[in-house]
């Protein structure tokens, strides 16, 4: 089970953006490329969880002054040696490598991820809004990773989307560190307020809201349906960060909040249904 934590599978969650580009090219019908977006969905998975072994591997000992990750991470808490950290790390690599080899347009968006997560962890987290950048560019590779496994090209609208909306969830991310834990969460929040992290959110959101609607009606009038739910989804997750003191962890805020989780199925199923017509 510790072993298992120390992949963090709650956080794959977020790899699903690899799967935009299936939906929006609407190839949710073609059995291969079914595969290749699952297969290049699975190789995310493996690519994030070696970036969490490396970043409790380094944090091991801030980790271990902290109230919460002290017990929650096992490096910190020593239920897991470090030798077998490594072990388990080195595994994860020959496993992206084999999957390189047999899909070798992944090799390109996946290594960008590893190489931007390494300077996140001993650096980038460190300096004030290139953290927050920092977050969020690793959810568009995701998306251009999705992209180059069913060999499509990448929506410039898709990706100014998506980077937007993971920079809403990234400075709400910040905006809590602050406001449950202070400075002391982390050295770069003592550069932040929590005024600036919300107007950060509020840009971004907007943002987010924007570009998405001049994507989906470049792609396709009929998914104009799906703009009110993501407008519902904005304004709810900003809810439950306000009314719950959620938003520290988007993954706990969206796993934990029904009315999120049926926004989201709802917006999949329109989204379907519109592009089928």
Known sequence: MALLRLTRPKQWIKNTFV???????????????????????????????????????????????????????????GTIPLRTAVLLLVLLYAVLTAGFLALPALAVPIAAYIVLNLAYTYFLKHQPVLDIFSIA??????????????AVPLSSWMAVTTLCLALYLAAIKRRQELATAGTDARKVLLEYSIPLVERYAEMSAVGALIFYSLFVMSTNTRLVMTIPLVIFGLFRYWYVVEAKDAGESPTDSLLTDWPLIACIAAWGAACIYALMQ
């Open 137 to 150: 560019s690793g959810f568009v590779l995701r998306v251009y990773a999705g992209a180059e496994a069913i």
């Open 19 to 77: 799967l935009a580009p299936l939906l929006f090219a609407r190839a949710y019908a073609d059995i291969t490329s079914i595969e290749r977006a699952l297969f290049a969905l699975a190789l995310f998975c493996i690519a994030s969880s070696a970036c969490y072994i490396v970043n409790d591997m380094h944090d091991v000992q801030s980790d271990r002054a902290h109230p919460l990750k002290r017990l929650s991470r096992p490096l910190a808490a």
